[in-house]
């Protein structure tokens, strides 16, 4: 293994990405989606494409192992090996050029982003992989992807017109396709006529072996023609010589670092219509399938009974109702040149699998883009409900990639359940009838030893039967590690050719090492994840063609380096389980927004599936610990938006395990200066409040401000918000809001107020009040309140958020019993009480007190759907920009404010929905977080801009700061336009247009 040291001192002003050599990254890069787990010894983010030649000449010199990564979504463990890791993710992320129909572009490029840049030309790049939302172009090309269209778009290979690879001794090359040639372009394609020494070399000694050997190459190993194992070698030589782009295409990293490629694109098509037909058996629905081949279909994929039973649940407007007698449904799309000539043959497609093989017609063909998303939901719902199901038995990939004649699949799929009967293992199958393609996944649980050997052995014959139909063992996800052991028996006498252009491409074996040509002998052919520690000892993956399985021992508690603030010992690692790494945390296109802070970094680090990876790497004893400034790393990009929960199809628990982290932090390591500030915020927010206008004063003079940035980290540049002269618990007691009410049959509510409505802005909860007096409720105001704990929770003191959380339960949870509901006009305390309460506290008081609360816009949105709502407003003729918080959204409600606010004459509302603002509670309010604050709201801001907005409003606080900072202008809470309209609030008219002050928000 390279010392780290070494590495860093020989390429210190050489190399200028990220080395990042620490026992986290290293871990965390040691998986992509797949089940196999290989350490490498150094993490590489480069910057550039030079960069990456100097990174491949230093491993080239010094003898050191390289592997390519993309977005790491591959099922096959194809970007998983030792040596150097190159994340092409990060920045290698530019469209270099858009041409008529092609386009260039690096490689870590999404596909997502591609089609959304070229749509509004017209034009696409017609592979569509599964994880197109998150895959990168240069993965695409180094596993030569496709997609479910690929029965009448193919391969990536058929429309890449030329590479920028980077040889194994750091050479760069341009490779022009032969195909280019007859491709019209705009622009002249690079010239490959100044070619280095060492492609000159390739090129020259390819050329050669494919001459020499035309005859063997001719002779397909398979009777598939969808088949990408190993090496394409039969369509690479021409007249002209070797199409070396052609064959770098699907070598997955082992002959060269792809950096960048041209590819061709289409025109959109003129129409597309989907229609989904259920069948009673499995047989059925894939002779219908084959038979739609007449009627120009663009994909038809079958999902078997057991997947779809994955998604069902209640009919909705928004989901496609499948009865339960359907043993597996068709999902059918066709693309015209006019609708009229794409519904006609939709019809006849339907009509003729309704009267052939008695489909029922579940849905009738539609060119709906509604009906279409509810369409592909159906297949994305049962896929996600593959990751969905609990710890324990789950459908694992490693065989799902097969692929037979597609005329033979009827006796296929008959002798593959017989032999899964016979192993007593039950499978789901998702199907690309036209290809005969097959996603096989058996149901196991590979935390069984048992079960690893059973997934080795079903392997086995599975990829036996399908080789003796004369399939292939990959026909889409790559070969990797999952099917590497298997090349050589299916591709024959055509192997010792794939290790002579090994040899010839990379003879020291260093890009990608043990994939497609051979196993490494160094290590067992599937190198498996750990198992867990079940008796305090860490254990190594299985051998699985040696047979060495160990049996199952009797769970012992773990032994944990850290104190477990939230979770009971064992579960953190459990929950973290359920993270299946399929990578579609990695991007989520608006109105979702996943992890605000990997978009701003693009890390691998920062994603949260890293985050879940995280936990299981803590519960290794077999492995050295993080160290505490790593750690704190991974805590730092975190700032418990929940959005990740909220957003992920299987909802693993990321923020709770960022808690747990937090928390742990504090207690091993204790308080940061800024974290020490944020963890006494009641404390100073009573002073701050006593001592005004004193502290005001101070706070508006810029001299405190550097001075306070200097002590405690806060950003002297952000406005804070003042403090009242008089707390709204002052003013309540005045007004006898604090006197209980009795029970006289009026709706009674608990207003639960938190700290910037009681002691910055206590107008918001005078509305607040006002409001719901309006509405005929009794409104009470406990006395002895906190506030909900926003500040220790945000950045891990947990000591302290239980003990404010168990006063609050306390007091809270009897009024609950007596009959009152709480409500909480700021969204971060809704989300405290509702969600962490009882995950902290977890008894029944603090479930209680959970079920009894609500937000207020939530609370009025009902009031509203029931009729309740008063709608005598007075006209307010203002534009205003809505601004939806987070937390408001981790609460699962609608964002109801707009629709409220929208009754008020001449109000116009225009809703934003543009990200995260970027604040974040305090974070953004710590100065060494402000450039990344205003980086994440820079949407936000571009949004706002074109509003033309008076003013913008938000439920939260903090977003409300952050709005203000970006617009210069007054930010207000919901509720107080509602208060004015109702004319129960004076309007402050001399203050709406008053310039604000660059330092304190009034």
Excluded at 480 to 488: H, K, Q, Y
Excluded at 779 to 800: F, H, I, K, N
Excluded at 942 to 955: F, K, V
Aim: charged residues 20%; contains cysteine.
């Amino acid at each position: 293994m390279v010392e780290a040291t070494t590495v860093a001192d020989d390429l210190r002003g050489v190399f200028r990405g990220a080395l990042r050599f620490d026992v986290l990254s290293r871990g965390l890069y040691a998986r992509d989606a797949s089940f196999f787990h290989v350490e490498p010894w150094v993490v590489a983010i480069p910057q550039d494409v030079d960069d990456v030649a100097v990174l491949v000449r230093y491993c080239y010199e010094h003898n050191v192992p390289l592997v390519a990564r993309g977005a790491g979504t591959g099922l096959a463990g194809e970007s998983v090996g030792t040596g150097v890791v190159v994340d092409l993710s990060v920045h290698l992320r530019q469209i270099r050029t858009v041409e008529e129909d092609s386009v260039t572009v690096e490689a870590g490029v999404r596909w997502s982003t591609l089609a959304a840049v070229l749509a509004p030309h017209g034009r696409r790049f017609p592979p569509d992989p599964a994880s197109g939302a998150v895959c990168t172009l240069g993965g695409m090309v180094a596993t030569n992807a496709s997609g479910a269209n690929l029965y009448k778009y193919g391969y990536t290979r058929d429309y890449v017109l030329g590479l920028e690879v980077i040889w194994d001794n750091g050479e760069t090359a341009w490779l022009t396709s032969p195909a280019a040639t007859l491709h019209k372009s705009r622009e002249p394609l690079p010239a490959s006529t100044t070619e280095g020494p060492r492609t000159q070399e390739i090129r020259r000694h390819v050329t050669d072996l494919l001459t020499a050997h035309r005859h063997l190459i001719a002779c397909r190993p398979t009777r598939t023609p969808y088949d990408r194992c190993g090496y394409r070698l039969d369509d690479v030589w021409t007249p002209a010589g070797a199409d070396l782009a052609r064959l770098l295409v699907g070598s997955e990293g082992t002959l060269g670092l792809i950096t960048a490629a041209r590819l061709r694109t289409l025109p959109l098509p003129a129409a597309v219509v989907m229609v989904l037909l259920g069948f009673r058996s499995l047989e059925a629905a894939v002779r219908a399938g084959q038979d739609s081949r007449r009627f120009g279909p663009t994909a038809c994929d079958l999902l078997d009974q057991r997947l779809l039973s994955l998604r069902r649940r209640p009919s909705t407007e928004q989901t496609v109702c499948i009865p339960a007698a359907v043993a597996a449904v068709l999902l059918v799309s066709i693309e015209a040149d006019t609708l009229a000539e794409a519904l006609d043959r939709g019809w006849g497609l339907a009509e003729a699998a309704r009267q052939v093989h008695q489909a029922m017609v579940l849905v009738e063909p539609t060119a709906s883009p509604a009906e279409h998303q509810r369409l592909q939901d159906v297949r994305r719902e049962a896929v996600r409900g593959w990751y969905a199901l609990a710890p324990g038995p789950r459908p694992v990939p490693g065989i799902e990639d097969l692929g037979v004649p597609p005329d033979e699949l009827v006796p296929f799929l008959t002798q593959v359940r017989e032999l899964l009967q016979r192993r007593e293992i039950t499978a789901s199958f998702l199907i690309h009838v036209l290809t005969g393609q097959v996603h096989l996944r058996p149901l196991l649980d590979l935390d069984q030893p048992s079960d690893r050997l059973r997934l080795w052995r079903l392997a086995e014959e599975v990829h036996e039967l399908v080789l003796r139909m004369g399939g292939t063992v990959s026909t889409q996800h790559g070969v990797g590690w999952a099917r590497t052991p298997w090349v050589e028996r299916q591709t024959g006498p055509l192997f010792p050719l794939f290790r002579e252009i090994k040899r010839i491409f990379d003879p020291k074996n260093l890009l990608n090492p043990g994939k497609i040509v051979g196993p490494d002998p160094s290590r067992e052919a599937w190198p498996l994840y750990p198992l867990p520690d079940r008796a305090g000892h860490g254990t190594s993956s299985d051998t699985p063609e040696q047979g060495s399985v160990q049996e199952p021992r009797a769970a012992a508690p773990p032994t944990h380096r850290y104190a477990l603030p939230v979770w009971t010992n064992g579960a953190p690692a459990a929950e973290a389980a359920r993270c299946t790494r399929c990578g579609d945390c990695r991007d989520a296109p608006l109105p979702q927004r996943m992890c605000p802070l990997f978009h701003l970094t693009g890390l691998e680090l920062a994603a949260p599936r890293a985050k879940a990876e995280l936990f299981r790497l803590l519960e290794r004893t077999d492995h050295a610990p993080p160290t505490v400034d790593a750690l704190m790393e991974i805590a730092d990009w975190c700032f418990l938006c929940d959005m990740c929960r909220l957003e992920c199809e299987v909802h693993v628990d990321v923020p709770l395990l960022m808690l747990e982290l937090k928390g742990r932090l504090q207690a091993a390591d204790g308080p940061r200066r800024f974290e020490w500030l944020v963890s006494r915020l009641d404390f100073w927010a009573r002073w701050g409040s006593r001592l005004a206008p004193l502290s005001n004063f101070l706070l508006r003079r810029r001299t405190i401000r550097w001075l306070l940035e200097k002590i405690s980290g806060v950003a002297r540049q952000r406005p804070l918000p003042s403090f009242a002269v008089r707390s709204f618990f002052r003013r309540a007691r005045r007004r006898g809001w604090t006197n209980r009410p009795p029970a006289d049959g009026r709706e009674r509510l608990a207003y639960f107020v938190d700290l910037f409505a009681a002691y910055h802005d206590p107008w918001i909860a005078e509305a607040t009040v006002a409001v719901l007096q309006y509405h005929g409720c009794a409104v009470y105001v406990p006395p002895r309140q906190w506030s909900a704990g926003m500040g220790p929770w945000s950045v891990g003191d947990l000591e302290t958020f239980r003990q404010l959380a168990a006063r609050n339960v306390r007091l809270l949870a009897e009024l609950a019993r007596d009959g009152f509901q709480i409500v909480c006009s700021e969204p971060t305390a809704a989300l405290l009480l509702r969600r962490y309460y009882p995950l902290l506290l977890a008894d029944n008081d603090s479930r209680l007190v959970a079920e009894h609360t609500i937000e207020l816009t939530a609370l009025l949105h009902q009031w509203h759907q029931h009729g309740r709502l008063r709608r005598d407003f007075q006209p307010l003729p203002w534009r205003i920009a809505h601004h939806t918080p987070c937390h408001l959204k981790a609460l699962n409600g609608p964002a109801a404010t707009p629709q409220l606010l929208q009754q008020i004459p001449g109000l116009y509302v225009h809703a934003l929905d543009a990200g995260c603002s970027g604040m974040a509670g305090t974070w953004g309010q710590q100065a060494a977080h402000v450039p990344s604050s205003l980086q994440i709201a820079a949407p936000l801001a571009q949004a706002l801009q074109h509003t033309h907005a008076d003013w913008t409003i938000s439920e939260c606080s903090a977003c409300r700061l952050q709005l203000r900072h970006l617009t210069g202008r007054r930010s207000f809470h919901p509720i107080l336009i509602l208060a004015w309209a109702y004319g129960l609030l004076p309007l402050p008219a001399h203050q709406l247009y008053t310039p604000v002050h660059p330092l304190l928000a009034d």
